[in-house]
């Protein structure tokens, strides 16, 4: 098993976006990778459009355009609230919240 992470982004509407990343979650992996390649909004958005990930840190694996798994089991989750978006990353390892300024892990 690999170590996952929820990668989620606060949307201009207050809601947060979320999707899975199943390998090399941890802050090392994921983390930095999100923190040193992921800080442009636009950037951002195209990642979690892809849905859920098998892995970001050497190249981006999606489950859906690389896999071809179904869409409707890897699409992002949408959440009202920042807990909920946290709530919903306590199903992975780590999670990774982009504020709109910056990444927060939780």
């Keep these: ?4 992470a929820t990668i989620a982004m ?10 899975t ?4 979650g941890y802050e090392d992996g994921v983390g930095r ?5 992921y800080n442009d909004p636009e950037k951002i958005k195209e990642l979690i459009k892809l849905g859920n990930l098998s892995s970001i ?3 981006v694996i999606a489950y859906t355009r690389d ?3 179904p869409w409707h089991y890897n699409k992002p989750q949408k959440f009202n609230t920042m807990f909920k ?3 919903f990353s306590r199903n992975t390892d780590h999670g990774y919240i982009w504020d709109g300024t910056e990444w927060q892990s939780v």
């Design 21 to 24: 990343c199943n390998y090399d």
């Design 33 to 37: 990778t999100l923190k040193t390649d």
């Design 1 to 4: 098993m690999g170590t996952t």
């Design 85 to 87: 978006a946290i709530k």
């Design 67 to 69: 896999h071809k798994e």
């Design 57 to 59: 840190c050497d190249k």
């Design 10 to 19: 606060k949307q201009d509407d207050n809601t947060y976006l979320a999707i």
